[in-house]
C-alpha cells in the first residue's frame, strides 16, 4: 500500500508563500507522475498542479496559473507545490497524489491517479 504523506502546510497572511512537500516512501515512485489538489470547506476537490515522472512537464488549473509550481525530487522520493502569491480562495485542504500507471505525463484528471495522502491544511488570511 504506497502512503504519500503531505506536509508543509499552515496559516498565512495573503501575498506570501508556503511550500507544501510530498513523500511517497515508495521505491517507483520516480516511475509516476503526481497531482496536487485541493478541497476548501463545503467545496468539491479540484485539481491544483500536475507533474509528469520524468519532472519534464507539468500542468496547472488557471487559478493558480503564475502563482504555484510543482517540482520533484526523485532522489527523495518527493514532490513540491511551491505556492506564491495566495489568496484567501487559496484556503483549502491540499493532497497529493499518485498516478495508477507508470511514465505518462501529467494531467488534471482525477480518476488518473490512485494512492492519495490524508491532506495538509493551508489557510490563506486577508
Known amino acids: 500500500q504506497v502512503q504519500p504523506v503531505e506536509s508543509g502546510g499552515g496559516s498565512v497572511q495573503a501575498g506570501r508563500s508556503l511550500r507544501l512537500s510530498c513523500e511517497v516512501p515508495?521505491?517507483?515512485?520516480?516511475?509516476?507522475?503526481m497531482g496536487w489538489f485541493r478541497q476548501g470547506s463545503g467545496k468539491e476537490r479540484e485539481f491544483v498542479a500536475a507533474?509528469?515522472?520524468?519532472?519534464?512537464?507539468?500542468y496547472y488549473a488557471d487559478s493558480v496559473k503564475g502563482r504555484f509550481t510543482a517540482s520533484r525530487d526523485n532522489a527523495k522520493n518527493t514532490v513540491y507545490l511551491q505556492m506564491n502569491s495566495l489568496k484567501p480562495e487559496d484556503t483549502a485542504v491540499y493532497y497529493c497524489a499518485v498516478d495508477k500507471l507508470p511514465y505518462r505525463s501529467a494531467t488534471p484528471r482525477v480518476e488518473r491517479y490512485d494512492y492519495w495522502g490524508q491532506g495538509t491544511q493551508v489557510t490563506v488570511s486577508s
Open positions: 515508495e521505491r517507483t515512485f520516480s516511475s509516476y507522475a
Open positions: 507533474i509528469s515522472w520524468s519532472g519534464g512537464s507539468t
